[in-house]
Antibody, heavy 126, light 107 residues
Framework: EVQLVESGGGLAQPGGSLRLSCAASGFNFTNYWMHWVRQVPGKGLAWVSRVNSDGSSTTNADSVKGRFTISRDNAKNTLYLQMNSLRAEDTAMYYC???????????????????WGRGTLVTVAS | DIQMTQSPSTLSASVGDRVTITCRASQSINSWLAWYQQKPGKAPKLLIYKASTLESGVPSRFSGSGSGTEFTLTISSLQSDDFATYYCQQYNSYSYTFGQGTKLEIK
C-alpha cells in the first residue's frame, strides 16, 4: 500500500524552528518528485515546496522563501521540511504529497498530487 | 503566479441534485487541472486530473471539463457522501496554485 506519514509538528515560538518529516512506503520513493502543502485551519490549501527525485532541485512558494528548506533522503525514503524563522501565519496543517507520475522528465514533471499524507499540525505561538 | 478562482464559495444542495463548480485560471493552463475533495479532518482526495480524467475508483457521477482558463466539476446526482469541500489545482507552472475551495452543504 502506498503510504505517506508525516511527523514533527507541534508548538513552536515565533522565530523558532521545526523540522517536519514524511516517511514514504509502498512505492519507489527515488522515482518521484515530492511536495509539501499546508492548510491554515478552516482555510484553503496552499502549495509550499517541491523537490525533484534526487534532491538536486527545489522550488518554494514566495511566502516561505529564505525560511523553509525542503530536502529528501532517498536511502531512508523520507522527505523533510526544515522550517526556520517561524511566524504566526505559518500555523497550519502540513501535508506531504507525491507527484502522481514517477520517472518524469522535463514538462511531464508538472503533475498532480496523489497520494497525500494525513498531515502534521504546526502551531506557532508564544 | 497563476491565480485560480472558484465559484461559488458555498453551495447548498439536496441529495439527487446536479451541481456544477467553476474554476477559472488567470492565464491559460491548457488542461493541467486537478480536482480534489476534502472532508473535515482528512487529507484531500484526488477526483479528476488533466481536467477531465476520472481517477480510478471515483464514482462516475463526477465529471470534469474545460481547457485554457475555464473549468467545471459536475456531480450529476448528489449523494450524501459528496458533501465536502472541493478544490481545483493548476499544475501548469511550478507555483501549483489551488482555488480557494467550494464548500458543498446540505440544503
Amino acid at each position: 500500500e502506498v503510504q505517506l506519514v508525516e511527523s514533527g509538528g507541534g508548538l513552536a515560538q515565533p522565530g523558532g524552528s521545526l523540522r517536519l518529516s514524511c516517511a514514504a512506503s509502498g512505492f519507489n520513493f527515488t522515482n518521484y518528485w515530492m511536495h509539501w502543502v499546508r492548510q491554515v485551519p478552516g482555510k484553503g490549501l496552499a502549495w509550499v515546496s517541491r523537490v525533484n527525485s534526487d534532491g538536486s532541485s527545489t522550488t518554494n512558494a514566495d511566502s516561505v522563501k529564505g525560511r523553509f528548506t525542503i530536502s529528501r533522503d532517498n536511502a531512508k525514503n523520507t522527505l523533510y521540511l526544515q522550517m526556520n524563522s517561524l511566524r504566526a501565519e505559518d500555523t497550519a496543517m502540513y501535508y506531504c504529497a507525491r507527484n502522481r507520475e514517477g520517472n518524469c522528465t522535463g514538462g511531464s514533471c508538472l503533475n498532480w498530487f496523489d497520494p497525500w499524507g494525513r498531515g502534521t499540525l504546526v502551531t506557532v505561538a508564544s | 503566479d497563476i491565480q485560480m478562482t472558484q465559484s461559488p464559495s458555498t453551495l447548498s444542495a439536496s441529495v439527487g441534485d446536479r451541481v456544477t463548480i467553476t474554476c477559472r485560471a488567470s492565464q491559460s493552463i491548457n488542461s493541467w487541472l486537478a480536482w480534489y475533495q476534502q472532508k473535515p479532518g482528512k487529507a484531500p482526495k484526488l477526483l479528476i486530473y488533466k481536467a477531465s480524467t476520472l481517477e480510478s475508483g471515483v464514482p462516475s457521477r463526477f465529471s470534469g471539463s474545460g481547457s485554457g482558463t475555464e473549468f467545471t466539476l459536475t456531480i450529476s446526482s448528489l449523494q450524501s457522501d459528496d458533501f465536502a469541500t472541493y478544490y481545483c489545482q493548476q499544475y501548469n507552472s511550478y507555483s501549483y496554485t489551488f482555488g480557494q475551495g467550494t464548500k458543498l452543504e446540505i440544503k
